[in-house]
């Protein structure tokens, strides 16, 4: 059986199948590009919903066109940074796998009830990404302890809720944006579904590698269909004054600043943090698959602990990086770990070359301007199919699940606690302490893991018949 993680000190073509060893540059450098687009819009989409949502801290204010505009250059900064770090650790922060990290959706419903609250703003949220990633890190360093309670099934019910958690966010998104005056508009949801459609037709027509690319072929075509409306008076669906004003206020370069410089510096408050440290909880629970795919689907090997404890440490102190440049929570991308097992693409340093590319991007704000300018519909008809799809994952992980009278029960009750939760009239909770109406009352995700996870602890698991 070939060593796909040999060391090898020679340039070679056929590296790009093994995890150590250099590749030319000629190369690399098209093979990293392709990773950075299968995950480019997907690491912005998740900074303009909850930037573009999220007001400014005592006075309710939202944030300007150029401040989302500097967010957006940071995720793509982070992205690559933390992504470096998995490939290349630095003491144990770093698994050594070809994992590629990006901005993550899982947060998307505590950030946004966070980043809305007028006590907490803006400026609570990113207090809470920077304490929630250093926790996370630390949990993440502790895996040996606590990784066998971590059942498969509990993975399961987390994805599935997160798809589910998603599903309002994707179609607000497609009907222009949730209370946007022209929510509901023809133009809205015609743009949104002919993205929708160009999306599902690429993935079907482009071969090979490259249907991976479809999220990025619907964006643009949509894009496009959006400027010829605006541009022809049919409806005003772009600001194109946001790249142009960039362009003036902020210029074609500029370094990421971090957040203790700008006027919007990070508040901590308690009941922010207890209500995003459940939801690190739970990406370290997908992270934990994600690494875990990796090492089964191309190295064809079970997953080490210092790998798993490396990939964790990552996911949460590179959130701490990213929060004190303003920035939301990063994670493993699931679409990449894909990439990786369709094409046998591991190589580290091919890899390495797709986290160059996203560093080098984010040092040009017209960049993240033109994104900036994205029409909510254009981007809903592209995340309600990636939405849907982190739920299909989910249901592929509970598939592998051994299906008794325990994991029934345990299923059930998790999803009609945690989700039923979230569909009550009132606040459940009204008589507790408000961070627990806060964490869980809106938080589909939160309640099912917390559910699950206590249901694994008690319920018996059941005899097998040659155990009797």
């Not at 895996?143 to 994707?170: D, N, Q």
């Not at 094409?343 to 900036?372: C, E, H, K, Q, Y």
């Amino acid at each position: 059986m070939e060593n796909k993680e040999e060391l090898i000190t020679t340039v070679s073509e056929e590296n790009i199948y093994k995890l150590n060893g250099r590749v030319p540059l000629a190369k690399a450098i098209p093979f990293g590009l392709q990773h950075v687009l299968a995950m480019f819009v997907s690491n912005l989409a998740p900074v303009l919903i909850v930037c573009g949502a999220a007001v400014v801290r005592g006075t309710g204010e939202s944030l300007t066109a150029v401040e989302i505009t500097r967010l957006l250059q940071c995720a793509m900064f982070v992205a690559g940074i933390g992504t470096c770090l998995q490939l290349y650790p630095i003491w144990k922060v770093g698994s050594k796998l070809p994992i590629v990290m990006g901005v993550s959706f899982t947060f998307l419903g505590s950030l946004l009830m966070i980043c809305t609250n007028p006590d907490l703003g803006y400026e609570g949220m990113v207090g809470a990404v920077i304490l929630g990633g250093i926790f996370e890190g630390l949990v993440g360093l502790s895996a040996k302890y606590w990784k066998r309670y971590l059942t498969p099934v509990v993975s399961a019910c987390v994805v599935i809720a997160i798809g589910l958690s998603l599903l309002p966010v994707g179609m607000n998104s497609w009907g222009g944006g949730s209370g946007a005056e022209t929510f509901g508009s023809w133009y809205h949801l015609l743009v949104g579904a002919f993205t929708l459609v160009v999306c599902l037709v690429s993935r079907y027509l482009l071969k090979g590698v490259y249907k991976n690319l479809n999220i990025l072929v619907g964006l643009i075509l949509g894009y496009i269909l959006a400027g010829i409306f605006t541009i022809a008076g049919i409806a005003p669906m772009i600001d194109f004054s946001g790249i142009t004003k960039t362009i003036g206020e902020v210029g074609f370069f500029s370094i990421p600043r971090l957040v203790f410089l700008t006027s919007h510096k990070p508040v901590f408050d308690i009941g922010a943090f207890f209500t995003i440290a459940i939801v690190f909880l739970v990406s370290a629970a997908e992270t934990t698959g994600a690494t875990t795919a990796v090492c089964t689907g191309t190295l064809g090997r079970d997953i080490k602990i210092e790998e798993l404890q490396g990939s964790l440490a990552v996911d949460g102190f590179s959130s701490t990086i990213s929060g004190c440049f303003g920035c939301l929570p990063l994670t493993s991308f699931s679409q990449n770990v894909g990439l990786v097992t369709m094409t046998g693409v591991i190589n580290r340093f091919t890899i390495l070359m797709g986290a160059m590319i996203l560093i080098l991007a984010s040092l040009f704000p017209p960049l993240g301007a033109f994104f900036n300018s994205l029409p909510q519909s254009v981007l809903g008809g592209c995340t309600v199919m990636m939405f849907g799809s982190i739920m299909y994952e989910g249901m592929k992980m509970l598939k592998e699940c051994e299906f008794d009278d325990r994991t029934m029960i345990l299923v059930s009750l998790a999803f009609c606690i945690g989700v039923g939760l979230t569909q009550t009239d009132g606040n459940f909770f009204a008589a507790f302490p408000q961070a627990v109406g806060d964490i869980f009352n809106g938080n589909a995700v939160a309640g099912v893991f917390v559910v699950s996870l206590l249901l694994s602890f008690i319920l018996p698991r059941e005899k097998k018949e040659s155990e009797n």
